[in-house]
């Protein structure tokens, strides 16, 4: 999209357009309509670092076929979330474009499909999960954050009922620019790992857990409540707990970059 609008404007620059043509050319590019369902915001990459994801959770089959589609010609890739046993049926058997990938993630219940060549890695972002139940929101976050760029490390069934864990974990995650903490219960893991470690740690409650303050509540009321300080997503939002663990390691990496080059 990006080579798109340079064309564009070189193109303005030369005379051969004019003001209100490139106005109205450059908002064609904005977003992408698909049908009378959708308009694809195709340039959120660009615009904000975060990639647009389709939520698959609600949409008619054939509908979210048509849009993932429209958005992986448009981009060179789609990240698709919360994908049904009967939209995976469709994707797999329908015609994709040639050379198009398309990954299956059964635990995140993602879909990643990919015609462009995968961004050059960029920034560490550790994951932990409290328990195994709470694997799916960690797993999201993870292909999240590996499809915005990042190299990403993770462990799980390390809470704090079991502390020891723990630790050796943390050793293993010393480097990681930013952490996503996935807990459900109680949800005290994040507040104990931010505590312990020096990187940004982002709080992801899930809605593990039952009787009062269950499906998540006790787990999100906990993280807002911490002394230690981490920021905290709604529960079982893992893209968004993977895509802001990326922006900051990749902006953190990009200023890396810029500090060798100044140097030179």
């Known amino acids: 999209m ?15 357009l004019d003001t209100e043509e490139a106005l109205r050319q450059i908002k064609n590019h904005s977003y992408l309509p698909v049908g009378d ?19 698959a959770e609600g949409k008619d089959k054939k509908d979210l076929l048509e849009i993932s589609l429209a958005h992986l010609h448009a981009t060179g890739s789609v990240i698709i979330t919360r994908i049904s046993p009967a939209q995976l049926e469709l994707f797999s058997s329908a015609k994709l474009p040639e050379g198009c990938t ?31 139940a709470d694997m799916p929101a960690a797993e999201e976050a993870r292909v999240v954050a590996e499809e915005m760029g990042c190299s990403v490390i993770y462990e799980y069934d390390v809470g704090v009922a079991g502390i020891h ?23 005290t893991l994040p507040a104990v790992v ?27 009321y906990s993280m807002l ?35 060798i080059e100044e140097k030179r």
């Open 2 to 16: 990006q080579d798109k609008l340079r064309a564009l404007l070189e193109r303005f620059s030369r005379g051969e």
């Open 37 to 55: 369902v959708a308009k694809l915001d195709i340039c959120r990459a660009d615009r904000v670092g975060i990639p647009e994801a389709i939520l």
């Open 102 to 132: 398309l990954e299956h993630n059964p635990v995140a219940r993602t879909v990643v499909m990919r015609t462009a060549p995968a961004t050059e890695k960029k920034g560490l972002v550790g994951i932990l999960a409290a328990g195994t």
């Open 165 to 187: 864990r723990l630790f050796p974990c943390l050793e293993r995650m010393a480097g990681a620019d930013a952490l996503v903490v996935a807990a459900g219960r109680e949800g």
């Open 194 to 220: 931010a505590g312990l470690v020096e990187a940004p740690v982002i709080g992801l409650p899930v809605s593990t857990g039952y009787g009062i303050g269950g499906g998540g509540q006790a787990a999100l």
């Open 225 to 259: 409540q911490s002394c230690s300080v981490l920021t905290v997503v709604n529960i079982d939002a893992g893209f968004v707990a993977g895509a802001y663990a990326a922006k900051i390691a990749r902006q953190k990496a990009d200023y890396a970059d810029r500090k």
